[in-house]
T-cell receptor
Framework: DAKTTQPNSMESNEEEPVHLPCNHSTISGTDYIHWYRQLPSQGPEYVIHGLTSNVNNRMASLAIAEDRKSSTLILHRATLRDAAVYYCILFYGSSNTGKLIFGQGTTLQVKP | EAQVTQNPRYLITVTGKKLTVTCSQNMNHEYMSWYRQDPGLGLRQIYYSMNVEVTDKGDVPEGYKVSRKEKRNFPLILESPSPNQTSLYFC?????????????FGPGTRLTVT
């Protein structure tokens, strides 16, 4: 199964950029990279996803390495509301299944 | 409002007493999935469904059943709950096969089995 590896925790100061890394060295050519975050006492929410090219949306940017073995979620200006667990996941396999492996995620702390 | 709903939100039950947690979405999504979340273990997929009458096992399917008779509903059934199924459960849905579309998660169901 294609899996992801993330640091357990990271810290950031408010209003500074945050770069959250994810390693997915066994990714297959047709796997999309998705990022979700989970605020305390809530269900996960979608942040961004991509395949090969870098992606931007109103919440964040996703930078994908050229070999696709790693990616970085970029929060351009962290706010206290961004304190959450961030999950990097792959949609498993090239066989177009719906199996997902979430991993442990990175707990982001934002300091005022 | 587009949403995934789960019922009940909280449930305390006893070992062996069959229960069903319902999940419903109003977005006409093909893909639906169940997860459990335990401290230190993150989110683990239990079962998923690519469309009506199509279901498959995730990483931790033992002790659970699902059905997908209608597109909007995807109930999770515990035929004989045990204490190790005490957990926080999330249902999610998305368009198509879920690969390139965002998943919408429900608010969660906290289950305690004594």
């Amino acid at each position: 199964d294609a899996k992801t590896t993330q640091p357990n925790s990271m810290e950031s100061n408010e209003e500074e950029p945050v770069h959250l890394p994810c390693n997915h060295s066994t990714i297959s050519g047709t796997d999309y990279i998705h990022w979700y975050r989970q605020l305390p006492s809530q269900g996960p929410e979608y942040v961004i996803h991509g395949l090969t090219s870098n992606v931007n949306n109103r919440m964040a940017s996703l930078a994908i390495a050229e070999d696709r073995k790693s990616s970085t979620l970029i929060l351009h200006r962290a706010t206290l509301r961004d304190a959450a667990v961030y999950y990097c996941i792959l949609f498993y396999g090239s066989s177009n299944t719906g199996k997902l492996i979430f991993g442990q995620g990175t707990t982001l702390q934002v300091k005022p | 409002e587009a949403q995934v709903t789960q019922n009940p939100r909280y449930l305390i039950t006893v070992t062996g007493k069959k229960l069903t947690v319902t999940c419903s979405q109003n977005m006409n999504h093909e893909y639906m999935s169940w997860y459990r979340q335990d401290p230190g273990l993150g989110l683990r997929q239990i079962y998923y469904s690519m469309n009506v009458e199509v279901t498959d096992k995730g990483d931790v399917p033992e002790g659970y059943k699902v059905s997908r008779k209608e597109k909007r509903n995807f109930p999770l059934i515990l035929e004989s709950p045990s204490p190790n199924q005490t957990s926080l459960y999330f249902c999610a849905s998305s368009l198509a096969r879920g690969r390139s579309y965002e998943q919408y998660f429900g608010p969660g169901t906290r289950l305690t089995v004594t």
